[in-house]
């Protein structure tokens, strides 16, 4: 469908996690951080400054919206699911702890910067998070049981029932249960079952079902099996999950970590801090490439850090990376082992002729994203959010205007760090439509052939009258690479006065990811975690 003829969406409020109410003071540990789907859609990760990781999963059952559709329109959709996923909570474990430093005498946040989504073939859910120094490597398995099934095939077992009554739980790694499929063939399930009662993890000296904790089910096969309803429930257990640290990688970046990202061959992912970018294997965790270095020999002399970096969804030789002068850098493994010359560059011409104290600051690139396909890059600054060809490196192809309302107020927001702020961005799994998060909880969506003007503002509040004007607390100012390079570092000060826009300043929507799937948005306010669908 050609997008200049595309209609702009119709958004609506989807769910939300962790509502508060206005009066609600929130911790900062429970802030989140950052937000990420895997590449079904079926799970949807969120880390919060507290070092923890959530993990939520769609719902059981299938939503049967797509029946109410002609099929001249389902095959218009060719991208977009009809079916709103609805999420629910699986998971959550604390992924990093609070560390010090003694040989640089610095304090290491357990705050997770960044999540990804690993693939894997087996089916499990692997999940790279990292804070400012060390990325670790998560495997979540499923341990919860429905004890009825199990039951079963140790009623099976003394022929109790017979064959036909129940499906199959199978054993996975480390003595752990895990869900498993419905089995029609008798012989595949008799030949399962026996390996399944052979664990002693399942049978105790009584020769009852137990579980690896010790707790157990009462016998009794009339009691257990009422012949009146064989396929009745006995017992039903909530699924429950846990997380197991499978792989750290530490001690390879002296700057903080600002970006992770998977690469395309399944094998490796890079990080990404102010000064240099590391190629790791996911399989070695005590040895990384360093494939883009920035130092200068003399630090009086750096000009610009590094501040995102993401690997293209196709060709695993290519990479880009965004820096702080405003540029986006592309650059090809093969050319080079040390990729620092051999860059091609992505700049806005008409944002650098003329540049002033402020300019330089608004103009730092916060975040890039690249489209399934490949074809652009997707940049977000703090002023606007930029579409760029990847086959036209002088100009963005459009630019969608998100704090020009501000500029007159850049000077107040350099005084209390506002304009220091990070956005991120994202963008559907079609490539057209694009969203970013500013201050008041504002959600701002776009779509490719819309115009830079046009769009969709939502708050990310169900209750958006609820919000009260209060003062925000003030924040010592961090002497970041991104502020030293260009001498902008003094000492953070209290603010006295309050105004309208630093009201504003004080909520803001900064972290948000799209569903790959389907037109649906998770984005994260404070503590909380909004969905809206289209």
Same mark, same amino acid.
């Given at each position: 469908?050609?997008?200049? $003829? ?5 958004? +609506?409020?989807?769910? !939300? ?11 900062? %540990? ?5 937000? =990420? ?40 959709? &060719?991208? !977009? ?57 998560? +495997?979540?398995? &499923? ?11 140790? %009623? ?11 499906? #199959? ?24 079952e026996n390996t399944l009662l052979s664990e002693r993890s399942f049978i105790n000296e009584h020769g009852t079902p137990s579980f690896a904790n010790g707790s157990h089910v009462e016998s009794g096969a009339n009691s257990i099996f009422p012949s ?11 699924? $429950? ?41 996911? =399989? ?10 920035? +130092? ?53 011409? =008409? ?17 890039? +994203? ?47 760090? $506002? ?7 994202? #963008? /559907? ?10 201050? /008041?909880?504002? #959600? ?9 003007? =046009? ?57 948000? %990811? ?19 669908? %289209?």
């Amino acid at each position: 469908m050609n997008p200049t $003829t595309r209609q702009p969406l119709q958004w +609506k409020f989807s769910q !939300v996690f962790g509502e508060r109410s206005s009066d609600d003071e929130i911790q900062d %540990a429970d802030r989140i951080s950052t937000v =990420e789907f895997d590449k079904s859609g079926d799970y949807v990760a969120v880390g919060d400054r507290g070092g923890r990781i959530v993990i939520f999963e769609t719902k059981d059952g299938k939503n049967t919206a797509d029946q109410h559709y002609s099929r001249n329109q389902l095959e218009q959709l &060719d991208y !977009v699911s009809l079916n709103q996923p609805e999420y629910r909570y699986k998971t959550e474990f604390q992924s990093h702890e609070p560390e010090f430093d003694y040989l640089k005498s610095l304090e290491i946040e357990e705050k997770i910067n960044k999540l990804k989504w690993c693939t894997s073939l087996s089916g499990s859910l692997f999940i790279l998070s990292t804070n400012d120094k060390t990325i670790k490597l998560w +495997k979540a398995q &499923d341990v919860g049981i429905y004890v009825d099934k199990l039951l079963h095939c140790y %009623a099976l077992h003394h022929g109790v029932v017979n064959e036909n009554s129940f499906g #199959l739980w199978s054993q996975v790694k480390d003595r752990k249960v895990k869900k498993a499929r419905e089995i029609d063939s008798p012989h595949q399930l008799l030949s399962s079952e026996n390996t399944l009662l052979s664990e002693r993890s399942f049978i105790n000296e009584h020769g009852t079902p137990s579980f690896a904790n010790g707790s157990h089910v009462e016998s009794g096969a009339n009691s257990i099996f009422p012949s009146q309803e064989p396929r009745s429930k006995i017992a039903n257990y909530e699924d $429950t999950a846990y997380a197991r640290c499978r792989r750290v990688y530490a001690h390879a970046h002296d700057f903080n970590i600002n970006s992770i990202s998977n690469n395309s061959d399944g094998e490796t992912f890079i990080s990404a801090d102010d000064l240099r970018i590391n190629l790791w294997n996911l =399989e070695v965790s005590n040895q990384s490439f360093n494939i883009i270095d920035m +130092k200068p020999s003399n630090m009086e002399e750096l000009t610009e850090v590094i501040t995102s970096a993401e690997f293209h969804p196709i060709h695993c030789n290519l990479l880009a990376y965004s820096s702080s002068r405003g540029f986006i850098r592309l650059v090809d493994m093969r050319q080079s082992a040390l990729c620092d010359y051999s860059a091609r560059i992505f700049q806005d011409e =008409e944002c650098h002729g003329s540049r002033s104290f402020l300019t330089e600051i608004v103009a730092s690139i916060t975040d890039i +994203k690249f489209p399934v396909d490949g074809r652009h890059i997707l940049s977000r600054d703090y002023m606007n959010l930029k579409l760029w060809d990847m086959h036209m490196d002088s100009s963005p192809v459009a630019t969608f205007k998100i704090h020009e309302h501000l500029r007159p107020k850049l000077c107040d927001f350099y005084n209390n760090d $506002t304009i220091f702020d990070k956005f991120e961005c994202c #963008l /559907s799994g079609d490539g057209l439509h694009f969203a970013t998060g500013s201050y /008041s909880n504002l #959600l701002r969506i776009f779509f490719h052939g819309g115009g830079s003007d =046009e769009g969709a503002t939502i708050e990310a509040s169900k209750d958006p009258n609820s919000i009260k004007n209060r003062k925000p607390l003030p924040r010592a100012r961090r002497s970041s690479l991104s502020n030293l390079t260009r001498g902008f570092y003094k000492q953070g000060h209290e603010s006295t006065s309050v105004d309208e826009y630093s009201l504003n300043s004080s909520s803001k929507l900064q972290h948000l %990811a799209w569903h790959p799937c389907t037109y649906l948005i998770a984005c994260a306010s404070g503590n909380s975690l909004f969905f809206y669908h %289209a």
